[in-house]
């Protein structure tokens, strides 16, 4: 609530990590942070400490406040996608699909409870003549995420210059009622 740093430390990349420490009993709000080196610093919600989490002895076990869920590594990729559009595009927004670009526009493809992203319009229509994204090592999709109707991201994965041709399968989560693909090319 006063800015101090109540507790820090280096964490060890691994999927699902936790970190415990003793909260400060004058402690009654805390917001979590989080540092990488390749993605940047990300603030989570803030979370308000009941004072009946302390105990009035000395040796008292943690009590432990998790990092907000809705800070994961998808968020932190996205943000990390996102900038690196803004860089390289000068713009903020991603592109729309028009008829110039849809060698570089992702598309979904549903059946039942799975779904599939492809780039390019050939992937989806059928027709030869439409154009597919390449995939060599000098021109590559290098991701692919797909948000649903809460913009929450549902399914992501970073792909190279071997992923021919650059795709995303997944499963739908319960609960999903649209969905909308985001691509990045490396050129």
Do not use: W
Not at 77 to 104: G, I, M, W, Y
Not at 141 to 163: K, P
């Amino acid at each position: 609530q006063d800015a101090r740093v109540i507790a820090s430390s280096l964490i060890e990349v691994v999927q699902g990590f936790k970190y415990s420490f003793v909260v400060p009993s004058s402690t009654t709000t805390a917001v979590p942070f989080l540092s990488t080196t390749r993605f940047g610093l990300f603030k989570g919600a803030a979370v308000n400490v009941p004072q009946t989490a302390f105990c009035s002895a000395l040796n008292c076990p943690p009590k432990e406040y998790p990092l907000s869920s809705s800070l994961c590594y998808f968020d932190v990729r996205r943000a990390d996608v996102l900038r690196h559009h803004e860089v390289e595009q000068k713009v903020t927004e991603p592109f729309t699909p028009t008829a110039d670009n849809t060698k570089h526009t992702p598309y979904i493809t549903v059946t039942g409870t799975s779904a599939k992203v492809t780039v390019g319009l050939g992937t989806v229509s059928g027709n030869t003549a439409d154009p597919v994204h390449p995939t060599t090592t000098d021109h590559f999709v290098e991701n692919i995420f797909v948000v649903d109707q809460n913009d929450a991201v549902i399914a992501m994965s970073e792909l190279s210059g071997a992923s021919s041709p650059p795709s995303l399968t997944f499963d739908i989560p319960t609960g999903t009622t649209s969905m909308k693909a985001f691509s990045l090319c490396n050129t």
